[in-house]
């Protein structure tokens, strides 16, 4: 059984690869993970406002935050609250190519394009394989136009595809008015790779204390419809970039579908931090058995072969399928035989 698979540049044994989270920080845990089976791992993000603390060259930046709808200094979490700092990071990042024979892939996770993307390049000498650039925005300002924030990403992906010569790939959020439009100006500047979506940590209302609550929520295998929607049409796009996808594959079979509209990698982070890293095992044993029961002989047979182009009812993924849906759900909240 042939698993292996190629992902923005690296070709891996398997599709399975640790998304960024907390299990890179611990080398025991990544010695693990890389025993397990993972193919590859992304480190936990360097944040743009933890470089600008320990920064004060960044912090007085022209650049940083001039965005009219940029989010206030205020809200940014103190410092105390991260708790490593970029040169930390950057030792970690080494550490971890020693400890492991795998990919590292690097994460920055920001807003404005600013002196702060200069780590990409600190990072790739630290000896990343890759940079994994995560766009993480809340416009605030109704001033503030859609085509300004995403002309923000767009610069800033572009200045870091100047600073490294390492793969870059971008991790999205669902959150565009047109996304295969977006993806298409991305594709233009050349990102090695997509990684299919960003998860929100949303937050939540006390209303005894009236305080707002912030919590961090694991994904669910319902976060996984959203994914293989958008796999499948940016799969169909016709594109230079890889596919990743992050949030809602907890399973064998969850990972086979993300390979069928088009992933080329999968990234797990919530069912290992439930179940320890030996879940990677699992799902990779998972999917040889599926595989083998349905005669596919590799990863590169299927994948693709349920996006929008190749799947046999294309419009399952357009609107068509949400009139049809509404229309066969009979009073009692069952889908009619004849849906």
């Not at 193919?39 to 936990?44: F, G, L, T, Y």
């Not at 650049?63 to 708790?83: C, I, K, R, V, W």
């Not at 600190?122 to 300002?141: F, K, N, S």
Request: hydrophobic share 40%; with cysteine.
């Amino acid at each position: 059984m042939n698993l292996s698979t190629s992902y923005i540049g690296l070709d891996l044994p398997n599709p399975l690869v640790v998304g960024a989270s907390p299990l890179a920080s611990d080398i025991d845990t990544l010695c693990q993970c890389a025993e397990a089976g993972a193919a590859a791992v992304v480190m936990h993000s360097l944040f743009e406002e933890q470089m600008k603390q320990a920064d004060p060259s960044i912090a007085g930046s022209a650049d940083f935050g001039t965005a009219p709808s940029a989010e206030a200094s205020d809200y940014f979490p103190h410092g105390e609250m991260f708790s490593h700092g970029p040169d930390d990071y950057l030792e970690k990042i080494r550490r971890a190519k020693s400890a492991v024979d795998l990919p590292i892939i690097g994460s920055l996770n920001g807003t404005h394009k600013g002196p702060w993307l200069d780590y990409a390049g600190h990072i790739a000498d630290a000896g990343a394989d890759a940079l994994e650039l995560t766009v993480y925005r809340v416009p605030t300002d109704p001033a503030e136009e859609g085509s300004a924030a995403e002309q923000e990403t767009l610069d800033m992906v572009a200045a870091v595809k100047e600073l490294v010569d390492i793969p870059v790939a971008v991790k999205l959020s669902p959150f565009y008015s047109s996304l295969p439009n977006f993806v298409e100006r991305l594709d233009a500047l050349g990102v090695d790779g997509l990684v299919v979506f960003n998860r929100f940590f949303h937050p939540d209302v006390d209303v005894e204390v009236l305080e707002v609550e912030r919590r961090m929520v694991l994904s669910r295998p319902s976060d996984l419809f959203l994914r293989l929607r958008w796999l499948a049409i940016l799969s169909a796009c016709g594109h230079s970039y890889d596919l990743a996808i992050t949030g809602g594959v907890h399973s064998g079979a969850h990972a086979i579908k993300s390979i069928m509209c088009g992933a080329d990698a999968v990234q797990l982070v919530s069912t290992l931090l439930m179940h320890g890293p030996q879940r990677l095992t699992e799902i990779r044993d998972e999917m040889e058995r599926w595989m083998e029961a349905h005669e596919y002989e590799s990863i590169q047979q299927m994948k693709g072969s349920m996006d929008l182009k190749h799947c046999p009812d294309a419009m399952a993924y357009e609107r068509a399928n949400y009139v049809r849906i509404l229309q066969h759900w009979d009073t009692c909240g069952h889908n009619s035989p004849t849906a």
